[in-house]
């Protein structure tokens, strides 16, 4: 297995928990990379969309991850636009696997609807708004993944042992990503 596993996945997909779990029960190193950036920042990702761009935020995001290349026993809760970019995906695929973690619109909704730090959906925390941002990123995501696992209505021990599984044995994503 490689050393770095990069979950990615359209924002609510659970990338945060299942990173979170992977640290304290597989001993991996967990990275969230919305964090270390509002960190570096001095503030929160929808400030930083507000004042700078996301042109910006996104320029941030491939820094980061061309720092993270080469670490050890590590996953990156990477954000939702990150594989959006083609450099972006280069440099995740040469460092680790990419996992897509995916779970129906009205999962994420769920998941969401008392967010605000999701700048892209603040003004439109709806079903079908969230179904065609998912749809537009598919493709992207689907291409960038080396393993895809869906998240609607399991756990985070679930979910973990399936991808440690996968990325072990080899298995490849599906062909098709439900609920998307």
Do not use: W
């Not at 594989?83 to 994420?108: H, S, W, Y």
């Not at 080899?170 to 609920?179: E, S, T, V, W, Y």
């Amino acid at each position: 297995m490689k050393d770095i596993i990069f979950l990615i996945g359209f924002m609510g997909t659970g990338k945060s928990t299942i990173a979170e779990y992977m640290r304290k029960n597989y001993g991996r190193e967990a990275v969230e990379m919305d964090a270390v950036i509002e960190e570096r920042e001095g503030m929160s990702v929808s400030r930083i969309f507000q004042e700078k761009g996301e042109a910006y935020f996104r320029e941030l995001e491939t820094k980061l991850l061309g720092e993270l290349g080469g670490r050890k026993n590590l996953v990156v809760s990477c954000g939702g636009g990150v594989p959006l970019q083609d450099c972006n995906v280069e440099l995740m695929r040469k460092n680790g696997t990419v996992v897509f973690l995916t779970a129906a619109p009205e999962t994420i909704y769920k998941r969401v609807k008392n967010s605000h730090n999701r700048p892209l959906l603040e003004k439109n925390k709806n079903i079908p708004f969230i179904a065609s941002l998912m749809e537009e990123r598919r493709e992207r995501y689907e291409r960038a993944a080396d393993v895809l696992t869906v998240t609607d209505g399991r756990s985070a021990e679930e979910i973990c042992k399936e991808i440690v599984e996968k990325i072990s044995q080899g298995i490849q994503k599906a062909d098709a990503c439900p609920g998307m």
